[in-house]
C-alpha cells in the first residue's frame, strides 16, 4: 500500500451530517480519492488535555459535546471499533520522539472526530481512536507531534486533523449558507497561499503575521489539528487544498492533504 496522506478536515458544526451543501458532498466523496485505511487515528479539536492522551477504548461511544441543535442531531451514531493497537502504536512513537503520552481507557468519539467520520466512512467499519491536543501549547508542539506521527502513513493509518481554517463563534452567522465577511476570505486565502507553497514557517507563525488572525481565532484549539497534519505530511510541506467553502459565516470549510514520503 502506498502511504496515505495526512488530512485536515474544518469539521464543522454538530449539524453538519444532516445539511446538505458543497462540503457534504466532499466528505462523502473522501472515502474515493484514497485506499481505504486500515485504522483511522483522529486528532480533533474537541479534546484537550495537559500532555496528548490516546483513547485504548475498544467500543468508544459517541459523545454529544454541544447543545441547541436540532434533536436530529442527536440520533446520530458512528459505532466504529476502537484501536487500541493503534493506540499502542501511537504512544510508541510518541515515547521515541521523546514525547510522553497518556491513555484514556473509554474516551469516545467528540462531535470532532464523528462528523466527518459519518460522512465519509458511514460503514463505520474501519477501527477509530483519537489523539488529544494540548490548548497550551503552540503550533510547534503540535508540528512535533505530526511529525513523530509521520510513519504511521506507510502502515495503512489515514491521520485525520479535524478543526477549523477559520473559527470565530461570537462572529457566527444564523444561517448556514451566510456568505463569509473579507476577514474570513482574505485570512483563508492567505492560509491556503502558504499551504500551497510549502511555507511552514509562516503558518505556525500564523498568529503573528497573517491577517485577521485574532479575529478568525480568537482561540488557537481549532487550529491545532492542521499542524499536527502538517507535521505528519512528511519531507514535502506543500499541502493541496481538497475542498474550499463557507458555512455560517465565520467558518471555513477548507480541507488539505499532506503527501510528502516518510
Partial sequence: ????????ISHGAPDLPIRDGAVTHFLKSLHQQFPKPKAILVISAH?????????????PQT????GGFPDAVYQLNYPAPGAPALAARVISLLAQAGIPCQT????????GAWTPLILAY???????????IQYHAGSLHHFQLGQALAPLRA???LILASGSATHNLWEFDSRYD??????????DEWLAERIAEGNW???LNYRKIAPYAEKNHPTDEHLLPLFVALGAGGNEVKGVRLHHSYNYGSFSMAAYAFTGSV
Fill in 1 to 8: 500500500m502506498n502511504s496515505l496522506p495526512a488530512l485536515f
Fill in 47 to 59: 479534546w484537550n488535555s495537559a500532555e496528548p492522551t490516546v483513547s485504548k477504548a475498544i467500543q
Fill in 63 to 66: 459523545i454529544y459535546d454541544f
Fill in 104 to 111: 484514556h481507557p473509554t474516551r469516545g468519539f467528540d462531535h
Fill in 122 to 132: 458511514p460503514d463505520a467499519d474501519i477501527p477509530v481512536t483519537q489523539l488529544s
Fill in 155 to 157: 502502515e495503512g493509518v
Fill in 178 to 187: 451566510a456568505p463569509p465577511p473579507d476577514w474570513v476570505r482574505v485570512f
Fill in 201 to 203: 514557517e509562516a503558518v
